[in-house]
């Protein structure tokens, strides 16, 4: 009896180790492969590789490298589940033919920002590609974007957060949740997820795709934070974004209904959760897209069913695109000039006075504090309440905070744009 216990115990021990050897085996070849299908876009690094008993792979300290990034992206830890350990073996060893059902959990991605995210290459695009839909001006010169050192400067150093691809028998559906920036849900309906030599697809393609955006507060805070930059009030801003993106649907031969321009605008100056029902064969990129209703006997482009979508959770009806002329604008010499009112003085940059109940929407910017006995202090605006107003200030490869009682502070600037005085 002893002897057929000990047997057991080593046959249970062998198979095990055999299980993980060959866990640890295929995952590593699955991931050289993945690293060469990656090599035309950036470098990838696997980090160590174990597994569970369940049918589970835990991947930590993945990294990814873009060539058209400066800065990687960081994987804290990627754990595979399956629903046994023979479906693991089964999927890694055949990697085109994943199981019926699987989860992949991305815990702790990090993606640090950088003032020049996009590689010089990138960004050499050419000069008559017709103009950008989503990307918002944010500066006093209209050709200037918002861009990741625009986020640096409003306290968002880093992208981060967590994410969730999931196959069930309904279809493949992805979360990415970041901390400060909301998240993204993406479902597509009867898909199935497969590895292909050429790279992912689903097959079959998805009957219908399900998005739900959730800002965060993200948008509020870039409104208020390039309406500033721009020099505008906050409204005014708002129509030269919604001008530049009706002119960019125009140069693409489209043009948007009067309801999706009020939901974008919607969006833009007040964000929350924005939930679409995208259908994959209609036109562009799955909103109805309409003959231009001046044309006589305009109807919708045949397979282009009505477009649900909704805010904050009320339908929203009538939202397509309607085809046009693509219409190229002409760009005046004064259209390249910085956005201001005309009867004002141009734009410069200095010491501005604030208000001290204005302080609060300048935090993270660099300040300036006079005090009642003449002295300055200089830095960066980390806190203001009632009581104290506090300012960091760098030292030794680090940041010193200062705090200042309130009722000692004499005068308050901020370093900005702004426009010079006149004589």
């Given at each position: 009896?002893?002897k057929?216990?000990?047997?057991t115990?080593?046959?249970v021990?062998?198979?095990?180790?055999?299980?993980?050897?060959?866990?640890?085996?295929?995952?590593?070849?699955?991931?050289?492969?993945?690293?060469?299908?990656?090599?035309?876009?950036?470098a990838?690094?696997?980090?160590?590789?174990?597994?569970?008993?369940?049918?589970?792979?835990?991947?930590?300290?993945t990294?990814?490298?873009?060539f058209?990034?400066t800065?990687?992206l960081?994987?804290?830890?990627?754990h595979?589940?399956?629903?046994s350990p023979?479906?693991?073996?089964q999927?890694l060893?055949?990697?085109?033919?994943?199981p019926?059902?699987?989860?992949?959990?991305?815990?702790?991605?990090?993606?640090?920002?950088?003032?020049?995210m996009l590689?010089n290459?990138?960004?050499d695009?050419?000069?008559?590609?017709?103009?950008?839909?989503?990307?918002?001006?944010?500066?006093?010169?209209?050709?200037?974007q918002?861009g990741?050192?625009?986020?640096?400067?409003?306290?968002?150093?880093?992208?981060?957060?967590?994410?969730?691809?999931r196959?069930?028998?309904?279809?493949?559906?992805?979360?990415?949740?970041?901390?400060?920036?909301?998240?993204?849900?993406?479902?597509w309906?009867?898909?199935?997820?497969?590895?292909?030599?050429?790279?992912?697809?689903?097959?079959?393609a998805?009957?219908?795709?399900?998005?739900?955006?959730?800002?965060?507060?993200?948008?509020?805070?870039?409104?208020?934070?390039?309406?500033?930059?721009?020099?505008?009030?906050?409204?005014?801003?708002?129509?030269l974004?919604?001008t530049?993106?009706?002119?960019?649907?125009e140069?693409?031969?489209?043009?948007?209904?009067?309801?999706?321009?009020a939901?974008?605008?919607?969006?833009?100056?007040?964000?929350?959760?924005?939930?679409?029902?995208?259908?994959?064969?209609?036109?562009?990129?799955?909103?109805?897209?309409?003959?231009?209703?001046?044309?006589?006997?305009a109807?919708?482009?045949?397979?282009?069913?009505?477009?649900?979508?909704?805010?904050?959770?009320?339908?929203?009806?009538?939202?397509?695109?309607?085809?046009?002329?693509?219409?190229?604008p002409?760009?005046?010499?004064?259209?390249?000039?910085p956005?201001?009112?005309p009867?004002?003085?141009p734009?410069?940059?200095?010491?501005?006075?604030?208000?001290p109940?204005?302080?609060?929407?300048?935090?993270?910017?660099t300040?300036?504090?006079?005090?009642s006995?003449?002295r300055?202090v200089?830095?960066?605006?980390?806190?203001?309440?009632?009581?104290?107003?506090?300012?960091?200030?760098?030292?030794?490869?680090?940041?010193?905070?200062?705090?200042?009682?309130?009722r000692?502070?004499?005068q308050?600037?901020?370093?900005?744009?702004?426009?010079?005085?006149?004589?």
């Amino acid at each position: 009896m002893r002897k057929l216990l000990s047997l057991t115990v080593i046959l249970v021990l062998v198979a095990w180790g055999a299980y993980k050897g060959a866990v640890w085996w295929y995952a590593d070849q699955t991931m050289a492969e993945l690293r060469r299908s990656l090599s035309d876009h950036g470098a990838l690094e696997r980090g160590s590789i174990s597994s569970g008993v369940s049918g589970e792979l835990i991947l930590e300290g993945t990294r990814f490298q873009s060539f058209r990034l400066t800065q990687p992206l960081v994987i804290r830890r990627l754990h595979l589940m399956t629903d046994s350990p023979l479906a693991l073996l089964q999927s890694l060893h055949d990697k085109h033919d994943l199981p019926r059902s699987w989860r992949l959990e991305a815990s702790d991605w990090r993606l640090p920002l950088d003032t020049a995210m996009l590689r010089n290459w990138v960004t050499d695009t050419d000069e008559q590609a017709p103009r950008p839909l989503f990307m918002p001006v944010c500066g006093p010169d209209a050709r200037q974007q918002l861009g990741s050192g625009d986020l640096i400067r409003m306290g968002l150093n880093e992208l981060a957060g967590d994410a969730q691809l999931r196959q069930s028998s309904g279809g493949v559906r992805l979360e990415v949740h970041t901390r400060e920036s909301g998240g993204i849900d993406v479902f597509w309906e009867g898909a199935r997820l497969r590895l292909d030599a050429d790279g992912v697809n689903l097959t079959p393609a998805a009957e219908r795709i399900q998005i739900a955006l959730r800002d965060g507060g993200m948008m509020r805070r870039i409104t208020a934070y390039c309406a500033r930059e721009t020099g505008l009030p906050a409204a005014s801003w708002a129509d030269l974004v919604m001008t530049s993106f009706r002119e960019g649907l125009e140069s693409r031969g489209l043009q948007a209904s009067p309801q999706l321009m009020a939901l974008y605008r919607q969006w833009l100056t007040e964000g929350g959760e924005l939930v679409a029902t995208l259908d994959p064969k209609a036109a562009w990129p799955g909103i109805p897209v309409r003959v231009s209703e001046s044309a006589p006997g305009a109807t919708r482009d045949s397979g282009s069913p009505s477009f649900t979508v909704s805010y904050n959770g009320a339908a929203v009806p009538d939202v397509y695109l309607s085809r046009i002329e693509p219409v190229t604008p002409d760009v005046p010499e004064q259209a390249l000039e910085p956005v201001v009112d005309p009867e004002q003085a141009p734009v410069v940059a200095g010491w501005q006075v604030i208000a001290p109940e204005q302080a609060a929407d300048w935090l993270g910017y660099t300040v300036r504090v006079t005090l009642s006995n003449g002295r300055n202090v200089e830095g960066r605006l980390t806190r203001i309440d009632d009581q104290q107003v506090e300012v960091a200030r760098p030292v030794d490869g680090g940041e010193v905070a200062y705090p200042m009682a309130l009722r000692a502070v004499d005068q308050l600037a901020v370093w900005r744009r702004g426009q010079r005085a006149d004589d």
